[in-house]
Every structure is written in C-alpha cells, then in structure tokens.
C-alpha cells in the first residue's frame, strides 16, 4: 500500500514492487484498500467479508504471474531485471529491429 503524499483518509492505492538485485520497480494494481485494514507483513488486507477476500484473490493473481514472467525471462536467457519484469508483465516488451528486417 503506497499513501499519497497529502493523505488524510479513505482507501490508498496498493502497487506491486519488484526488487532485483537493490532495483525496484512498482506496478499499480488498480486497487485500493483502508488503511486499517491492510496488514503490511503479509502485504494483504485483514478480514473475512467478500471484498476483502477477492482483493487478496487478486494480488495473490499478480504475484503467480509475476513469477511465471520471471520463470519465462529466466527460459529465454534474458537478463533478469526488475525493468524487464515489469516491461513484459505489463506488454511493453522491447522492439529489437535489424536492418534486414527494415528490408
């Protein structure tokens, strides 16, 4: 959970941050959550009502894709960053072109 720099109540936005080697990178997940209800060890909110037991569905969701891109990464011998993590989770892959492809 990230709070706005002037927060002063309601939800604040949760974001996902990837470390690799010291380097971070945050995604947003586009969702948010009270703050007295997110425990911040777990990374999850607390409680046992619907909402709160979809939003931690989800974020359990991202963290399985994220390592899924992780393994995908590690299997084409890319170099492993957390830029790259998130440039592919989030479709921004790199266009490589070589000149005979231009041709």
Same mark, same amino acid.
């Given at each position: 959970?990230?709070?706005?720099?002037?927060?002063?109540?309601?939800?604040?936005?949760?974001?996902?941050?990837?470390?690799?080697?010291? &380097?971070?990178? #945050?995604?947003?997940?586009?969702?948010?959550? %009270?703050?007295?209800?997110?425990? $911040?060890? @777990?990374? *999850?909110?607390?409680?046992?009502?619907?909402?709160?037991?979809?939003?931690?569905?989800?974020?359990?969701?991202?963290?399985? &894709?994220?390592? #899924?891109?992780?393994?995908?990464?590690?299997? %084409?011998?890319?170099?492993?960053? $957390?830029? @790259?993590? *998130?440039?592919?989770?989030?479709?921004?892959?790199?266009?490589?072109?070589?000149?005979?492809?231009?041709?």
């Amino acid at each position: 959970m990230k709070k706005p720099k002037y927060y002063k109540s309601g939800p604040a936005p949760i974001y996902i941050r990837i470390t690799v080697d010291g &380097k971070r990178a #945050e995604i947003s997940t586009g969702r948010d959550c %009270e703050p007295s209800r997110w425990n $911040a060890q @777990a990374g *999850r909110a607390n409680g046992t009502k619907e909402d709160v037991r979809t939003l931690n569905a989800y974020l359990n969701e991202l963290q399985m &894709k994220l390592h #899924e891109v992780h393994r995908q990464l590690i299997e %084409e011998d890319a170099v492993i960053s $957390a830029d @790259a993590i *998130r440039n592919k989770f989030s479709g921004k892959g790199e266009m490589t072109r070589n000149l005979i492809e231009i041709f």
